[in-house]
């Protein structure tokens, strides 16, 4: 009963008791003759009714992995459950496969990074000789080191670092702890010793201190990135949160694991984690697509 023959008669049921335009109209049979191509090739099914939540799952994983917008994922979520809210509706058996795609199918955008040539360029700007410079360097250093937000960066406490051990205690939230690479960790040592004791005023304990020797609010880092990103000659659209995100996605590219990254970031679901998954596959796509002889 649910085969390609529904489509026609849910793509009648759409213009004339609906009303919906016809723009509206070809988006959803589209979304839907898409999955029904992939139920039948990919998990030899041919009607709707045989199609299970995992198979739904799983196709919209598909799309969120190939690449495709935020929005054309949404329409695609929101094409297939009024399609099988319809089924439901007209007889289907079972329970509605589509039920919990809303559940799963939080669609959260590709994060924009700099690239690791753009990340240097941006390191290597402020000046390890000036006090304000060496608080700058370490400041850039440990973002990009660690992944944590600008909030928990400007949050830290000079007893929150061991330059021994070569870790950080991140308390917002849950207290984690995340290392510190030796680079990201001399200029942290550097900055403690030749910065830090003349700009603190006494019995100050935030560990970066702005020029009247009290913490370092997150618009006074703002303010010094800008003035670093316009030095290095990065010109696109860049937000603080851009370092954590590259930080992120060059892990992954290097090799290290969602579960890992997921604790060093501090998301409590992985599902906020495997954006940068993403965001690393669609790197790897492009690249392919350049570079392979016989991909365009």
Not at 153 to 175: A, F, K, P, Q, Y
Not at 222 to 244: C, F, G, V
Not at 269 to 292: F, G
Request: net charge neutral.
């Amino acid at each position: 009963m649910f085969d390609t023959e529904y489509i026609d008669e849910y793509k009648d049921y759409l213009e004339n008791e609906r009303r919906m335009s016809a723009n509206t109209v070809s988006s959803y049979i589209r979304d839907i003759k898409q999955f029904y191509d992939f139920l039948k090739d990919d998990t030899e099914k041919s009607e709707f009714n045989d199609a299970t939540k995992e198979d739904l799952q799983f196709y919209i994983s598909r799309q969120l992995d190939s690449g495709r917008s935020p929005a054309t994922v949404s329409r695609c979520i929101a094409s297939l459950k009024a399609f099988f809210r319809r089924m439901k509706d007209d007889g289907m058996e079972g329970p509605n496969p589509a039920a919990e795609l809303t559940a799963i199918a939080s669609v959260k955008k590709i994060p924009s990074i700099l690239n690791s040539d753009e990340v240097e360029r941006l390191l290597d700007q402020p000046s390890i000789k000036d006090i304000k410079g060496c608080r700058d360097k370490a400041m850039l250093e440990l973002l990009y080191a660690t992944g944590i937000r600008v909030s928990e960066l400007v949050s830290l406490d000079v007893n929150d670092v061991n330059l021994v051990t070569g870790i950080i205690e991140c308390r917002s939230g849950n207290i984690r702890a995340i290392p510190i690479n030796q680079t990201a960790l001399r200029a942290v040592s550097h900055y403690l010793s030749f910065s830090r004791p003349g700009m603190a005023l006494e019995g100050e304990s935030s560990l970066f201190v702005n020029t009247g020797g009290g913490r370092m609010s997150r618009q006074g880092f703002w303010k010094i990135l800008k003035s670093y990103l316009d030095k290095a000659q990065i010109s696109e659209d860049i937000t603080p949160q851009m370092l954590r995100h590259s930080f992120a996605v060059h892990l992954l590219e290097n090799g290290a694991d969602l579960r890992s990254l997921q604790k060093m970031l501090g998301h409590a679901d992985i599902s906020s984690t495997q954006v940068y998954a993403r965001a690393v596959r669609s790197e790897l796509k492009a690249v392919y697509e350049k570079a392979h002889p016989r991909a365009r």
